[in-house]
């Protein structure tokens, strides 16, 4: 089955609403009793599921949540809540205003989609700066090297290679694309404040990452980087492929 991109997931929550509006004259998605609102909160309650059993499921399933999440937010964004007017939030500060985890995600969220929907606008996705490919070879094994630089990939997250990255190839293969991912790494541990927490650590920082593999077929959340082609018995670049480059 397809993956469908953020784009595609919001075109299809529109043309959902509209049919909904079409056929149920009187639904609307601003009041607590509406489908729409159910909807948002049984995915909210799933997610919540999903962040307490985050230390039993693998990094694929960790990625799969926080895309979910993603969507999530923004849909939730443009459908509004009881007392907000459709459209992106940020928070209102004051004097005397309690702030607690919410406030800051939602901050940080805030920013974050701005930038990316940025870059998915005016820039589009591919190669920023740098990140060209190399081949090495050995006696026995041949790797490419990617150079460090700079890439947005279709969901308007930026891609920072900050040194240089090898991946080994296969000793044997037909065609395989140099691919970049977009990854987070939780990092710098502290103790929880909880003394009940579990567990009894918690992470302060994210790190904005990334993940270099090598594929035959790219996806809709990758940066090809360049093709490598597997002939007389051994492996050579592409020179016919051109990877995706910004808009300046």
Not at 82 to 102: A, E, T, W
Not at 142 to 161: K, S, T, Y
Request: glycine share 6%; charged share 20%.
């Amino acid at each position: 089955m397809r993956k469908l991109s953020e784009e595609q997931w919001q075109s299809l929550a529109s043309a959902w609403q509209h049919a909904m509006t079409r056929l149920v004259p009187d639904w609307t998605a601003h009041n607590t009793h509406d489908p729409g609102i159910t909807v948002l909160e049984l995915l909210a309650y799933a997610l919540t599921d999903l962040q307490y059993r985050s230390d039993t499921i693998d990094a694929n399933g960790r990625a799969l949540a926080r895309h979910v999440a993603r969507l999530a937010d923004s849909l939730a964004g443009v459908t509004g809540t009881d007392d907000c007017p459709p459209g992106p939030q940020r928070v209102n500060y004051f004097h005397g205003k309690l702030l607690d985890v919410d406030d800051f995600n939602t901050e940080q969220a805030y920013f974050l989609r701005k930038i990316h929907r940025l870059n998915r606008m005016v820039h589009g996705s591919g190669v920023a700066t740098g990140l060209s490919v190399t081949l090495e070879r050995t006696s026995s094994s041949a790797q490419v090297i990617i150079a460090p630089g700079l890439a947005f990939n279709p969901r308007g997250e930026e891609i920072d290679v900050c040194a240089p990255t090898s991946l080994l190839l296969p000793a044997l293969g037909k065609s395989l694309l140099v691919l970049l991912h977009y990854a987070e790494q939780p990092c710098r541990p502290v103790p929880a404040t909880d003394p009940q927490a579990d567990p009894q650590e918690r992470f302060s920082r994210i790190t904005e990452t990334f993940s270099a593999t090598l594929a035959p077929t790219t996806d809709d959340t990758a940066v090809a980087l360049a093709r490598v082609n597997f002939s007389r018995g051994r492996w050579v670049l592409d020179r016919k492929f051109k990877p995706a480059k910004v808009r300046a």
